[in-house]
């Protein structure tokens, strides 16, 4: 994605580009119709299709891939056995989004009952020193995303790593899109804040 | 302007969603307030690093973990879950039938414990359930039966041995295992080529049986060799292979079992 400089500084006039391909109404519905009949073949391809809008969302809310992984994957068992509970009338992604944030959320008052979250994705060996500055700033982000409320998190995540529209967002997370747009504008507010903070490069 | 509707001009236009009318409001907005200014300035360094930070790959074994997981399930469900629940819901749906259901339930329990004690659990028709032992095949009679292919398992603390006879239109596999405790035994065929019409183990054994949809697993529980002989009925084409996992404490190996009779003289 080209950063904010690159796409012309002040005032970029394209929509982001979308690097997550997740809704794809007509073909998914043909897809969930096989696997009702039992076509594990085509569960496979709605796997394909979401594992890496699913992942990093996971991966974001909780800082640390093996855990990530794990949600992930929990995520997809528990979609396929309630398959058949699924209401049709409403999109697959937003269903299967919202077993995800559960269990991310479960995740999360599990580790904060039981150990301080760790920075299992702080990069503790680097390369090149472009190789270094690209890990320093992943680590920085998600140290700062880290600070944020779940809420707040999710917003963010959903505009900025898996670029849902504003619509999208508010149908998965169940608010009105003027919710959505407030929540967003603070949750960036309260990012700008944290990263001046911790010393992040601001352009 | 209110400060809302700012706030919500510069989101848009740093989400690329302003109409070039939006973008050129805010732009005049822009020019005649320093306090705004300072705060897109702000907003768009935020919409800056986070553009930065890359997109993960997802772990390459992702996928397989959950189809992996999901073959497994589906393959268990239907026979462990599936027809208690017939059952108890048919007999749910009348309260009066309560004690009937709890009847019904420990009449089953006692005559699936009085076949595995006798080693007996047929479940087809037409096949009959004499004794056997050893590698003795009861009631259909070994001379019946003939041997279409075998495969022998080594483990470090055991073996497994598969076989494949037949007679007639009849089939048997046979497993013979003596295997340490934890040990797996799955057997698996296509359901919609094979189903079964009978199961019979001996001796009688705690180990766990468990025939799901298109297979059936034995998980050793009891020290010392066991039998199991597992009647297939054909549905399909003749050649459908049975496929043999074994899953020890100390690895997995499989193989299959060729199920397709020589003709006369090959």
């Given at each position: ?153 999710q ?19 169940e ?29 | 302007?209110?400060d ?63 189809m992996?997981?999901i073959?497994?399930?589906?393959e ?41 004690l ?42 497994v ?29 296509d ?16 180990n ?48 299959e ?7 006369p003289?090959?």
């Amino acid at each position: 994605m080209p950063s904010f400089r690159e796409r012309g500084g002040g005032f970029p006039d394209q929509p982001l580009p979308r690097m997550f391909v997740v809704m794809v109404e007509h073909e998914e519905d043909g897809l969930l119709e096989r696997c009702l009949e039992g076509d594990g073949g085509a569960f496979g391809q709605l796997v394909d299709r979401y594992q890496r809008v699913l992942f990093n969302v996971s991966l974001r809310m909780v800082g640390n891939r093996e855990d990530a992984r794990d949600i992930t994957q929990t995520v997809f068992l528990k979609a396929y056995e309630n398959l058949g509970k699924f209401d049709r009338r409403h999109r697959f992604f937003s269903w299967v989004y919202r077993i995800m944030i559960n269990e991310t959320l479960n995740h999360l008052n599990r580790a904060r009952r039981t150990e301080p979250l760790d920075e299992t994705m702080a990069s503790e060996q680097c390369g090149p020193d472009e190789d270094c500055a690209r890990h320093r700033l992943h680590d920085s982000v998600q140290s700062a995303l880290m600070e944020l409320s779940p809420d707040y998190r999710q917003v963010i995540i959903l505009r900025h790593f898996a670029q849902l529209s504003y619509q999208e967002m508010s149908s998965v997370l169940e608010v009105p899109e003027k919710t959505v747009k407030s929540r967003l504008h603070t949750a960036r507010q309260l990012l700008g804040g944290i990263f001046s903070k911790s010393g992040i490069a601001l352009s | 302007m209110k400060d809302k509707e700012m706030q919500r001009l510069m989101n848009d236009q740093l989400d690329g969603l302003a109409t070039p009318a939006e973008s050129e409001r805010l732009r005049r907005e822009l020019a005649s307030d320093e306090g705004a200014r300072k705060e897109y300035r702000s907003l768009g360094a935020v919409f800056d690093v986070l553009n930065r930070a890359e997109i993960e790959e997802p772990p390459p074994d992702l996928k397989q973990n959950v189809m992996r997981a999901i073959h497994h399930r589906v393959e268990m469900m239907p026979v462990r879950k599936g027809w208690r629940e017939l059952i108890g819901a048919a007999f749910r749906k009348r309260p009066a039938f309560g004690y009937a259901y709890s009847f019904a339930a420990g009449a089953a329990l006692a005559v699936l414990a009085f076949a595995l004690l006798t080693g007996n659990s047929i479940m087809g028709s037409g096949i009959e359930s004499g004794p056997f032992s050893g590698t003795m095949l009861p009631s259909l009679g070994v001379g019946q039966l003939r041997r279409i292919d075998s495969r022998e398992f080594t483990l470090r603390d055991g073996r497994v041995l598969a076989e494949m006879l037949s007679g007639g239109d009849r089939f048997v596999a046979r497993i013979t295992a003596r295997a340490p405790e934890g040990t797996e035994v799955v057997v698996s065929y296509d359901p919609g080529s094979w189903s079964v019409a009978g199961l019979r183990q001996h001796p009688a054994t705690a180990n766990d049986v468990m025939l799901g949809f298109g297979r059936i697993s034995v998980r050793i529980q009891q020290i010392g060799e066991s039998q199991y002989l597992l009647y297939l009925a054909r549905r399909g084409p003749a050649g459908s292979p049975l496929r043999i996992a074994i899953h020890s404490p100390n690895g997995r190996v499989q193989g299959e079992l060729e199920t397709r009779v020589p003709r006369p003289g090959s």
